[in-house]
């Protein structure tokens, strides 16, 4: 039996269908894997922006922090005031049903963080649009260097060994670093960039000390060779130096700059 012209346009127009089909709703199909969230940032402070990046960042909120995963994150440059919109594009299959996640953002002016998020603020389920981020004034850490005199309290996560002499810098602002590593007294150059800090080689005297104090010294010169950054409290008193991991090396508090922190039987 042969096949009328009309069954042969009638099976055209099906394919011709079926292949538009397919070329519409694959894109379709490829946006449908992603979730976009829409919002702004803002802050405070009366305070004009000159032109900066806004960096926003969404979290798994059940950690905290900066160990908080960052599932996905987005940057632009904006030269209008705040609060500035965004919009944050997710992939799907990195969210969980019943999981929380949150948001926090960086506001850097010409590389430096002005503003950024305390807290960060949780996204509520289902809300994908309205979504607003208040920002703070940055920490200390990026408004001033880490001048001063700082007596150690940590090495690494643990406490300076109780009955060892912790210890003690004097940074200038010029990077000049002078003070005692707890068995010797040191000297040495810090590099500061930013939030990035390194160090020199780290000249000490050789006094002998009793091995309390040599361990203290020898994990102190290894934690500051380690040291890749810097992080300083808001309140100006703490001066954490940490990895290139942000894992901190060493933990400092502020001291008075006239004090003697000379060690027992060190002379400066």
């Known amino acids: 039996m042969g096949v009328t012209p009309s069954f042969l346009r009638r099976s055209l127009l099906v394919a011709a269908v079926c292949g538009v089909s397919a070329a519409v709703f694959s894109p379709l199909s490829a946006q449908a894997a992603t979730t976009t969230l829409r919002g702004s940032v803002t802050y405070r402070e009366r305070m004009a922006l000159p032109p900066a990046v806004v960096e926003i960042r969404l979290r798994d909120a059940s950690q905290t922090g900066e160990n908080a995963p960052v599932l996905a994150r987005t940057s632009l440059r904006t030269t209008r005031q705040v609060p500035v919109p965004f919009t944050l594009k997710v992939d799907r299959a990195l969210l969980n049903p019943g999981q929380s996640y949150a948001l926090d953002a960086t506001i850097f002016v010409e590389g430096r963080p002005w503003f950024t998020s305390s807290t960060p603020t949780p996204v509520p389920a289902g809300k994908k649009a309205g979504l607003l981020l208040v920002l703070n004034r940055a920490s200390a850490q990026t408004a001033r260097s880490p001048a001063g005199t700082w007596k150690a309290e ?22 000049t670093l002078s003070g005692f590593s707890g068995c010797n007294r040191v000297r040495s150059k810090a590099t500061v960039d930013g939030a990035r800090i390194t160090f020199g ?10 091995p309390q104090a040599m361990m203290t010294e020898q994990l102190f010169l290894k934690n500051m060779e380690a040291t890749r950054g810097w992080h300083l409290a808001p309140t100006g008193d703490v001066l954490a130096l940490v990895d290139a991991q942000d894992k901190p090396t060493v933990v400092f508090r502020r001291q008075p700059a006239d004090a003697d922190h000379a060690a027992p039987g060190v002379q400066p």
């Open 154 to 175: 940590r090495l690494g996560d643990a406490p300076v060994a109780a009955g060892s002499n912790p210890p003690v810098l004097t940074i200038a602002e010029d990077g």
């Open 201 to 210: 080689p780290m000249l000490t005297t050789r006094m002998a000390c009793l």
